[in-house]
Nanobody, 116 residues
């Protein structure tokens, strides 16, 4: 059974930081591309950051370098460090594992709220 479990979301003031974690089980984690996505109610889910099996990273243009994705294959975990958070970063954040041969899996999401 494949599981992706996100954690680390919460309420933070503008300018603050959060680190999201996603622990995967049931898949050969090191063989999967991992990514973070976010969704605001009424809007489409958008990709925030991706890290490939070979650790190459890519980010949404709108982030201005504020977020950093990383992975620890020994812990089957992918992280999203979010700095200088803005109210517009408020969303549900989802973790995704993807491999073109093995398929894609999503976590259940974690809420991030940026508000004073």
């Amino acid at each position: 059974q494949v599981q992706l479990v996100e954690s680390g979301g919460g309420l933070v003031q503008p300018g603050g930081s959060l680190r999201l974690s996603c622990v995967a089980s049931g898949i050969p984690f090191s063989l999967y591309s991992m990514s973070w996505h976010r969704q605001i109610p009424g809007k489409e889910r958008e990709m925030v950051a991706r890290i490939a099996e070979g650790f190459a990273t890519s980010y949404a243009d709108s982030l201005d370098g504020r977020f950093t994705i990383s992975r620890d294959n020994a812990e089957n975990t992918v992280y999203l460090q979010m700095n200088n958070l803005k109210p517009e970063d408020t969303a549900v954040y989802y973790c995704k594992a993807n491999d073109f041969r093995r398929g894609a899996y999503w976590g259940q999401g974690t809420q991030v709220t940026v508000s004073s």
